[in-house]
């Protein structure tokens, strides 16, 4: 069974004035510091660096509102892969300092050669600022592939440098995932006949495919399909499992959803499935999910017919959201 490592990314982003200030009215500037550091990976979620990616590079992005207003945006890249965080030095004029502004992160991963410009995204489009991220192709969002973990974070106090009571130079942003993880296995597989065993599925969603990284609110869901291959079975009889699909999905911050979706079993590869003949279908309704937390669902889903309902318990404490059918 494939299993993606979870990490929680925190964004430490310090912000300090420069000591010389050139006057407003002049049009001067006030010179700050941004750092963005990635701290160990904790006991719940383990991630990997940048060199265990190769091809990709961490980018970041640091964009400052003026309540809901985007004033600037701030983009750089570990393009060394040295996981050792990274330092934006920016220069906003002073008359604008004069204000307060809320500190928006997105961390995620590029192709190393969509580090040339700020135009030119991976797995996800931020081009209409971190207010609208969407994902660059609504059928890619296999967890599977680890290149696409992302990590948001919204700065708890607002950056207000030049506050002539209780100027704030530092904002600390511990960011997490925008999405939840569901990871769905078949546990039957010693009671079906090779031939009868899945090789591939495909799933018909109805999630959302944006995401508001200031609000921490996912866009209004919308359908999306897509094909993944199985993994081979692991395990000895009777005990044997097939891991189907990991994927990411965008979550609210503050509530636990619910998806229902349809997954059909082909004979095939996912890339056959035109000319495959479906074994099953299986229909799952009310799985919960939430942002930042793993939902494990499993059970005997070839051998058992029929609509399973799976009802959601918000009060949970546990790291895994796990549900057998």
Known sequence: MKKLSFAILSAVVALTACSKQEDPVNGGFVEATIVASVPAPDIRFRSSNDADYPGYVMRYIVELYDNTTLYKRF?????????????????????????SYTVVVWADYVPEGNTSSDT?????????????????????????????????GVGT?????????????????????????????????????????????????SIPTGFNALTGIPTAPVAVAFAADADAPVGTAPNISVHLSSNFVFASSTQVALADFTMTFYDDTAENQATADPLTT?????????????????GNLMTMGGAVTVTANPGYETPDIDETL
């Open 282 to 298: 299986y229909e799952f309704t009310n799985i919960p999910f939430q942002q930042n937390y793993r939902t494990n669902v499993s």
């Open 157 to 205: 106090e607002e950056l207000d440098i030049m506050n002539a009571t209780t100027p704030v130079t530092s904002v600390a942003v511990t960011c997490k995932r925008p999405f939840a993880q569901i990871n769905i296995t078949t546990t039957d597989i010693a009671y079906l006949a090779a031939s009868e065993q899945p090789k591939s599925v495909s799933i018909a969603y």
């Open 120 to 152: 030119q995204d991976g797995y996800y489009d931020t081009q209409a600022g971190l207010t609208a991220i969407v994902l660059a192709d609504p059928t890619e969002i296999s967890a599977d592939t680890t290149t696409r973990d992302a990590f948001y």
């Open 75 to 99: 983009t750089q890249f570990d393009s060394d892969n040295s996981d050792a965080g990274n330092v934006f030095n920016i220069r906003i004029p002073a008359a604008d300092a004069a204000k």
